[in-house]
């Protein structure tokens, strides 16, 4: 009896749901034992893991973590590991996508071998979460490089929130590890929550405003897209301060530098909001220094 050639074969279905969702399995557990003890994790901790796929990582974080959260997409998966870890009470597996997941309201941590596809989506729902302690991320190593610095170049991302979230670079997994093997090497992106901030909590939505113009490319460079809204001798003030040349491009402006310029120009106009929606800034007097 013929096979109905209409209906698609189990291993050609499984290739589509890797491919579809980003699937690309650790199967190292020397290199997940390297996450998780890069992670920082202890078993005092709650963690919420994303995509564990076949459990490679879930079984590292385990011998670490106290509790742990994981959801995966993958319903078949997501059976598979209810069922392995039916009787241990310090796990709950989920069937959701991670990114409808709503943040716990108390301190967590988490660590993932992440879905490339849905990278900047799960970073930015990390840097999002108000009790986020950590994530340990793997990542492409390209996306890991680019937002730590490591290229010489800094994102709009890293520095949005850099007063608040440190995000630096880990080891470096190769791609071997995998299955299926991915086309680029992998690496840790870490996120670290600052337990005190940089800049007060009251100043961060001008400074958040601060970097929406600096990224905004209307002047060539970071210091002449502050003249489109600062006075020059403000401007040329605050970047000597933090030793920004007049001709930098704003990518090439560390974390560090850009935190001097917002305390340099507060002291210069004080204090500065949006005025409305058409980028206006409005000048005001405050006493002190933000």
Known sequence: MSRDRSLPRARDTRASTRKRLSQNFLTDAGAARLIVRSSGITADDLVLEIGPGDGMLTRQLLASAGRIRAYEIDARYA????????????????????????????PFAVVANVPFAITTDLVR????????TS????????????????????????????PTVAIELGPRIPR??????????????????????????????DYHHLVELGFSGVGGSLANSLRHRFPTPIVRAACTAAGIAPDEPVGLVDPGRWVVLY???????????YRNVSDTFMYQTRKGTP
């Open 125 to 132: 729902w990390c840097l999002a979460a108000p009790h986020l």
């Open 135 to 162: 994530a340990t991320l793997l990542t492409q190593s390209e996306f890991a490089r680019k937002h730590s610095g490591d290229y010489g170049r800094w994102t709009k991302l890293t520095i949005t929130h850099w």
């Open 176 to 205: 071997a590890n995998f299955h299926p093997v991915p086309r680029v090497d992998t690496a840790i992106l870490h996120l670290h929550r600052r337990p005190t901030p940089l800049l007060p909590t009251p100043a961060l939505t």
């Open 263 to 273: 305390r340099s120009l507060g002291r210069g106009v004080k204090s500065y909001r």
């Open 79 to 106: 059976d598979r590991l209810r069922g392995r870890y039916a009787d241990n009470d310090r796990i709950n597996l989920y069937n959701r996508d991670f990114r409808t997941v709503t943040a716990p309201d108390e």
